[in-house]
T-cell receptor
């Protein structure tokens, strides 16, 4: 069965303190790995899609990387507005559903 | 571009009542999905539709039904609501099925008493 584990559950950073969020996965035939950002009371907002090991994508202070077993979301010099829950999801070969991790709650303090 | 709209934003419902959550997308996406999000359990797929006229069961389909009469609309119906269906419901859509990014709506917060 496809599974996604995200760590840490919560992360507190000072503004400007770079760090990484981890998404470990097991999936039968990876179709895609997806990162979303979710603010309180809102729907998940798409950030990145990664399809194969070695792939990297960047957007502002965020960079997502992918290996055969895990993905990292690197946050460089975060700002308070980066505070949110970050969700990782995979789509495997058995079905079209996304399997989500529980998320990492990020708080950036000024 | 509005993307995905959901209605209502929130609802309090008595157990045993019937309720339909509405979802409309304006992106002409082929596939649509309904998820529920519960604390500690994350997002779980309820039902999906790969294209208009077809539907399928997700991970937690019991107590829910869907229909897909056209490309834009994908309503979710609770025939007889129970307290365990208290949750936040998200509708999503994607251009295609395999490997395509799913875009989410703002959600409906449902409380069943």
């Amino acid at each position: 069965e496809d599974q996604v584990t995200q760590s840490p559950e919560a992360l507190r950073l000072q503004e400007g303190e770079s760090s990484s969020l981890n998404c470990s996965y097991t999936v039968s035939g990876l179709r895609g790995l997806f990162w979303y950002r979710q603010d309180p009371g809102k729907g998940p907002e798409f950030l990145f899609t990664l399809y194969s090991a070695g792939e990297e994508k960047e957007k502002e202070r965020l960079k997502a990387t992918l290996t055969k077993k895990e993905s990292f979301l690197h946050i460089t010099a975060p700002k308070p507005e980066d505070s949110a829950t970050y969700l990782c999801a995979v789509q495997g070969g058995r079905g079209n559903k996304l399997v989500f991790g529980a998320g990492t709650i990020l708080r950036v303090k000024s | 571009i509005a993307g995905i709209t959901q209605a209502p934003t929130s609802q309090i419902l008595a157990a045993g009542r019937r309720m339909t959550l509405r979802c409309t997308q304006d992106m002409r996406h082929n596939a649509m999905y309904w998820y529920r999000q519960d604390l500690g359990l994350g997002l779980r797929l309820i039902h999906y539709s790969n294209t208009a006229g077809t539907t399928g069961k997700g991970e937690v389909p019991d107590g829910y039904s869907v229909s897909r009469a056209n490309t834009d609309d994908f309503p979710l119906t609770l025939a007889s609501a129970v307290p365990s269906q208290t949750s936040v419901y998200f509708c999503a859509s994607s251009e295609g099925v395999w490997g395509h990014t799913q875009y989410f709506g703002p959600g409906t917060r449902l409380t069943v008493l």
